[in-house]
């Protein structure tokens, strides 16, 4: 029978030859040809599989009831295909391969349908989004169909084909990688994806599972894949069960939960004892295939006992070296088998993962981790702070984010000259094979056991009690940061950052001094903060979180890591923001989409910048300054021109700032005041708004002018931009109660502070000279809206009183020159709009006061004031007299600034006149006010 077989192989001479011999039914039917090519011993695989792609009618219908006799319904896709394609050999003509798997697929998407159907035609997104999220546990080792028709069936499976060519085919020198395997079948199934954790079981599976004929394994050898098929045919076994009130699956479980304990010690005995390869293979191999008999019945305890086991046998639980590991073969097999039952099976893990994420850390330690062998960040910033650097050992110092991290660069030490070349060689080679990555990059796929793979890697990043620590505990943390952004939008993704958020605050808040962790868990706070401002909307709450984190660190460990905050700074504020109620335009996300708590944290960490940094960091905040006042409206109408207002106050007081450096800050102030008095278009304020953010920044112009600590020349700038900004047209929406609180609160304490002793310096005259002409000036200028305010006889009397003390605290000719001009020009124009005159409040009073400040002053007053009356009177009698001319060109003037036309159409004279009768008082007085500025 055997050598007629071979002879005739599955031709149709064969079948034609076997049915006269009476082995086939006459005439023969597909159904019985089929089971003989599947059952009969001896034939050859190469001939089963050219008769069943034969394209003959008959040879179809075979084709067909050979699939069927599999019984696919039911069963998980990998576990049928391979039964199917490993009972013979494919043909080497492709044509005939498709037609095999069209024909597989059509009977196995029959056998299987879905249970539901899908919607119509999704495309692009949507179809990625319904394709990822479909309900039904679509596993591979699931009895749930994934697949919409049968051409994402027939897809998939000449995919699986060319995976198991790519992975196991020598001559290939770059295999395909789980990404590319996921990334080629995406869109296959009507325009949907099959869900990834499908697919990257399935890539697992093949990559360590070949596909082969039953032949060619070794004698004896059961294979995973066998072990799970038996358990897929449980259910189908019900009706041998004797009692009906128990189901096939539940007994199965309970079976196996109660053989498992002698189980275990059995394999836990064979693999401490394992003396030769094969013992030991066979020990591995049976520890994994109770893992999967778990995972089927959803045994988690019984996964965790395992993973927990081999963990301790690995070695790497415990102080270990690279030679010690790379010498104990025992130690590599169960170090492999553990990621691999990690990677397959981490759904169900609870107490392993701190085991597992423990072998992760020694792995790395010994640096035996290379950087595309686990998932990287985009790194933010470049880093190195020699301040902290000092803080640890030389050969722990760590540079830059998760894409370079410290993989194995320094951890490993000065040890690694000395290792064999050959035990580095066998420890990297089982590092390679726990493909770290592969387990780190796919979160999602975890389930409810996320959360116990976040908390041991939060439990691994804590910090470290020894300097040699550190490097592990940076790697763990960069591992942990890239967990949370790999889950974003998942299941569990605000339980996770809920973890890790409050894990970063047990970290930075109580550091106890700046390390290059410290800088590290800096760093990772600034990422995701760049992540999330970038992202927009409701992450937005989660980037002002971190930075307030980041703002609440003790300030000595703040003042050593500037230098890289102010590079991490840099990188955030060019991240732009869409538009807001805020700002009318698109600006900087850190000052346009943060929270008022966000912002604040933003501007806190930029002053210290200024505040601590070095002359680097100095120069890099300044620019960053320059490049938020310039979006001052926003806030200001974020109410946050006070804050930047400090922030800017911080620069002028550094050391690195010097004359000129304290000049540009209080340019930087003006520019915010200018910001805040004229709003963008679009942008919603009320005046009382306006004139708060308006009154910070003039409150920290005024800081500038009295700080002792600065160079005479910067006050003395300080001083022009103050009154540059007081006087400017922008603030003229200004009510005149809030000018009156701006004299009362700003200007009469800053001109006492400029009187004290700390600020009598050398050029102690020319400052006050400046402040008292400032004082005159804003006075003259905003007179039209001081003389409305009700307690404006006080006021006055409180200048005359400030500038009659300037007089007495010096014998300065200059100042004996320019007060009493000033005096006596504030008295003409007051006198001019009609608020000072005989009878009013303040009549009396200004006069006591005048005489105290120089008895001669009263009288010129008096004086110009007949005078003035003359000339108003002359023209009324003798309009032509050319004695009235002269007279009215040596009339006083009203004001260097205000023009006497202006303030009279601010407040009406009690009797209108001339308007040339109007001007002419102003020009005399005028010009002596600039001869005595020209003299100072």
């Not at 792609?53 to 019984?71: E, M, P, Q, T």
């Not at 349908?113 to 394709?131: F, L, N």
């Not at 200001?636 to 804050?643: E, G, L, M, S, Y």
């Not at 100042?815 to 504030?826: D, F």
């Amino acid at each position: 029978m055997c050598f007629l077989l071979k002879s005739y192989g599955c031709t149709q001479e064969g079948i034609e030859f076997l049915r006269t011999k009476k082995y086939l039914p006459d005439p023969p039917d597909p159904r019985s040809v089929a089971l003989f090519l599947r059952h009969a011993p001896g034939l050859q695989k190469q001939g089963v599989g050219d008769y069943l792609a034969a394209k003959h009618d008959f040879n179809g219908a075979v084709l067909r009831d050979y699939i069927l006799s599999f019984g696919l319904s039911g069963r998980p896709f990998l576990v049928a295909f391979r039964e199917f394609i490993q009972s013979f050999m494919l043909p080497l003509d492709s044509n005939l391969i498709n037609r095999i798997l069209e024909v597989f697929g059509v009977e196995y998407c029959r056998a299987n349908p879905r249970p539901e159907d899908p919607p119509e035609e999704p495309t692009g997104t949507e179809a990625s989004v319904a394709g990822d999220s479909t309900k039904p546990d679509t596993s591979p080792l699931s009895g749930v169909s994934p697949f919409y028709n049968a051409d994402a069936c027939y897809i998939l499976s000449y995919s699986v084909i060319i995976l198991n060519v790519d992975q196991h085919n020598p001559k290939v020198k770059e295999p395909m990688t789980a990404q590319q395997f996921v990334s080629t079948n995406r869109g296959i199934n009507k325009g949907r994806n099959i869900p990834e954790r499908m697919l990257l079981e399935i890539y697992h599976t093949i990559k360590e599972n070949e596909m082969r004929l039953p032949e060619e394994l070794p004698s004896g050898v059961n294979t995973p894949l066998s072990t799970i098929d038996l358990v897929a045919r449980v259910p189908r076994a019900a009706a041998w069960v004797g009692c009906a009130e128990l189901r096939a699956p539940d007994f199965g479980r309970d079976v196996f939960a109660a053989a498992w304990s002698p189980v275990a010690s059995s394999l836990c005995v064979a693999f401490e004892t394992a003396a030769d390869e094969l013992t030991l293979e066979r020990a591995v191999s049976g520890f994994e295939l109770a893992v999967r008999i778990a995972c089927f019945y959803g045994l988690s305890d019984i996964v965790d006992y395992v993973v927990i086991y081999l963990c301790r046998q690995t070695t790497l639980l415990q102080v270990t070296t690279l030679p010690f590991f790379a010498a104990n073969r025992k130690a590599q097999s169960a170090c492999a088998a553990v990621f691999g039952m990690a990677r397959r099976c981490g759904a169900l893990l609870r107490d392993g993962w701190p085991n597992v994420v423990h072998c992760i850390g020694t792995l790395h330690a010994m640096g035996l981790l290379h950087p595309e062998a686990c998932p990287g960040l985009t790194r933010l910033i470049d880093f190195d702070n020699k301040a902290a650097r000092k803080q640890a050992p030389k050969q722990q110092t760590t540079s830059g984010w998760l894409s370079s991290l410290i993989w194995g660069s320094d951890a490993a030490g000065g040890n690694e000259e000395d290792e064999d070349d050959e035990a580095r060689r066998r420890a990297q080679e089982c590092a390679d094979r726990c493909d770290v990555r592969a387990l780190l990059e796919c979160p999602a796929a975890y389930g409810p056991s996320l959360m116990h793979l976040v908390k041991a890697l939060a439990n691994g990043s804590t910090y470290p009690k020894a300097a040699a620590e550190e490097a592990r505990a940076a790697f763990m943390l960069d591992v942990l940061t890239k967990m949370l952004l790999l889950n974003e939008g998942g299941p569990q993704a605000k339980d996770v950052w809920a973890l890790v958020s409050a894990h970063l605050g047990e970290l930075l808040l109580p550091l106890p001094h700046a390390s290059p962790f410290a800088e590290h868990a800096v760093v990772n706070a600034f990422t995701l903060s760049a992540h999330y401002l970038s992202s927009g909307g409701e992450a937005l709450s989660l980037a002002s979180e971190l930075l307030c984190l980041v703002c609440t660190m003790k300030d000595e460990v703040l003042q050593e890591l500037t230098d890289t905050i102010a590079a991490c700074l840099s990188k955030l504020l060019p991240i732009r923001a869409d538009v807001t109620a805020a700002s009318a335009t698109a600006g900087p996300a850190l000052l346009c989409a943060l929270n008022a708590r966000g912002v604040d944290a933003v501007l806190r960490i930029l002053a210290l910048c200024g505040q601590h940094g070095h002359k680097k960091c100095y120069v890099r905040g300044f620019e960053l300054l320059g490049e938020v006042v310039r979006w001052g409206a926003v806030l200001a109408a974020r109410h946050h021109t006070a804050a930047c207002a400090t922030a800017v106050l911080a620069f002028a007081c550094s050391p690195h700032a010097g004359t000129e450096g304290a000049a540009h800050c209080a340019e930087l102030l003006h520019d915010l005041f200018a910001a805040a008095a004229s709003p963008s278009d679009g942008v919603a304020m009320t005046a009382d708004e306006r004139w708060a953010s308006c009154r910070a920044a003039l409150d920290a112009v005024a800081q500038l002018c009295r700080d002792a600590s600065l160079p005479a020349g910067a006050r003395h700038h300080a001083t022009t931009v103050l009154q540059r900004a007081a006087l400017s047209p922008l603030a003229d929406f200004a009510s005149g109660a809030a000018w009156a609180a701006l004299f009362r609160e700003l200007l009469f304490p800053l001109l006492s502070d400029l009187l004290s002793e700390k600020l009598a310096t050398t050029d102690a005259d020319e400052t006050r000279v400046r402040a008292s002409t400032l004082l005159a000036k804003l006075f003259l200028q905003r007179l039209g809206a001081l003389s409305q305010y009700g307690e404006f006889v006080h006021l006055w009397l409180q200048t005359v009183d400030v500038l009659e003390r300037y007089m007495t605290a010096s014998d300065s000719e200059t100042l004996h020159e320019v007060i009493p001009e000033a005096l006596k020009n504030m008295t003409l124009v007051m006198a001019h709009l009609g608020v000072f005159r005989e009878g009013a409040p303040l009549w009396e009073p200004t006069w006591e006061a005048l005489a105290r400040v120089d008895p001669q002053l009263g009288d010129d007053i008096r004086a110009k004031l007949n005078a003035a009356a003359s000339a108003a009177a002359g023209p009324q009698q003798q309009p032509a007299a050319p004695a009235a001319s002269t007279e009215e060109q040596q009339q006083p003037a009203a004001s260097t600034e205000p023009q006497p036309t202006t303030a009279a159409t601010e407040q009406p004279q009690p009797q209108p006149q001339p308007q040339e009768a109007a001007e002419k008082p102003a020009e005399q007085p005028a010009e002596e006010v600039r001869q005595a500025e020209a003299q100072q």
